[in-house]
């Protein structure tokens, strides 16, 4: 199975920047990030595609690019502008396929302080 491995998460002052890593054991079709706070439902942040296509959740589009995926084992997640409301645990998920189960990462903290 496969096995993600995150990085990069931690603790940022409101208005500043993350860069978060996940490598996988295989090559992937398509990878991404979710988040989840407390209290709160698991959400979209992006995803990408093998052929690179991208897909962002509403509340972080123009502020968090995905990228990596062209080297079929990696995708980071720059986040920008962050504000406290991004603070969760976040997630990365990929899939082998289009028909594989998808894997998740153990997941990393980020928080943002005002």
């Known amino acids: 199975q496969v096995q993600l491995v995150e990085s990069g998460g931690g603790l940022v002052q409101a208005g500043g920047s993350l860069r978060l890593s996940c490598t996988s054991s295989r090559s992937m079709f398509s990878m991404g990030w979710y988040r989840q706070a407390p209290g709160k439902q698991r959400e979209l942040v992006a995803t990408?595609?093998?052929?690179?296509?991208?897909n962002y959740g509403d509340s972080v589009k123009g502020r968090f690019i995905v990228s990596g995926i062209n080297a079929r084992t990696t995708v980071y997640l720059q986040m920008n502008s962050l504000k406290p409301e991004d603070t969760a645990v976040y997630y990365c998920?990929?899939?082998?396929?289009?028909?594989?189960?998808?894997?998740w990462g153990q997941g990393t903290q980020v928080t943002v302080s005002a």
């Open positions: 998920s990929g899939r082998s396929g289009m028909t594989a189960p998808t894997s």
């Open positions: 990408i595609t093998r052929a690179g296509a991208t």
